[in-house]
């Protein structure tokens, strides 16, 4: 069987064995890629450090049957080092690496792979507000694969904006004629910063009020969990940490 290369995000990793672990990897090329490394849990390990979450490697890996087995890595980012001991910083991490983990194959390309490993450099050089970091991710991902969220004009019917009422459910920003009762209000402030974090303004969203950064971060959770058809448990301990 074949052996190949490519660049990967580790995800998350999971024990096998007294010695070995199975990884979930984002790559370049090859979508998701779940593989053994072997004896990557042993202090004589070669390569174990660099096969950790947040982790972005070089890795060479010999297609199995089940499970592709990593033949080699090398480090090509060690953001996790400075992930970790920031707990803000992890926990925002630890959402972003859960949402990309929810990814279809079809969904999970090299733009996917790319917007992680820029996210999680962000992260761990302390470029902006952790929580941020996290909103923009999540909204670019969801828009990458086909759920950008309407933010101008209404995203049920078309009507051009602005608007002030949000529905998850509907798409994004809704007109008053389409908003069901009960919907949640938003100021233009949050309008604004919503805009910045999916088009990378950081100047306007490092300017933001705390009020406005609450409510967007809020907002983004919601979308992007409806969308992913499941709660990404990571953003408890996110919100936790603010």
């Known amino acids: 069987m074949p052996t190949y290369r490519d660049e990967v995000v580790i995800l998350r990793t999971h024990k096998l064995g007294e010695a070995d672990r199975i990884l979930t990897m984002l790559s370049r090329r090859h979508g998701k890629i779940r ?3 072997k004896g990557v849990r042993r202090t004589s390990s070669r390569f174990g450090s660099r096969l950790e979450p947040f982790m972005v490697a070089d890795v060479q890996l010999y297609e199995g049957r089940s499970l592709d087995i990593v033949q080699q890595a090398e480090s090509l980012g060690s953001y996790g080092a400075d992930i970790v001991v920031h707990y803000d910083r992890y926990t925002s991490a630890s959402a972003m690496v859960e949402a990309a983990d929810r990814l279809n194959e079809a969904e999970a390309t090299a733009q996917q792979y790319l917007l ?5 450099r962000a992260l761990a050089r302390g470029e902006h507000a952790s929580r941020s970091i996290l909103d923009s991710y999540l909204l670019r991902a969801m828009a990458l694969s086909g759920w950008a969220p309407g933010l101008v ?3 049920r019917c078309g009507a051009p904006g602005p608007h002030s009422a949000f529905v998850a459910q509907l798409g994004g920003m809704i007109c008053h004629d389409c908003a069901p009762v009960g919907s949640a209000r938003i100021d233009g402030a949050t309008t604004g910063l919503l805009t910045a974090l999916m088009s990378g303004e ?5 300017a933001a009020p705390r009020g406005a950064t609450s409510a967007a971060s809020g907002l983004i959770a919601a979308y992007a969990q409806w969308h992913l058809e499941r709660g990404i448990r990571s953003l408890e301990h996110v919100e936790a940490a603010q």
């Open 153 to 155: 004009e209404c995203a």
């Open 35 to 37: 593989a053994v490394a």
């Open 202 to 206: 950081w100047d306007d969203v490092d």
């Open 116 to 120: 992680l490993v820029g996210g999680l």
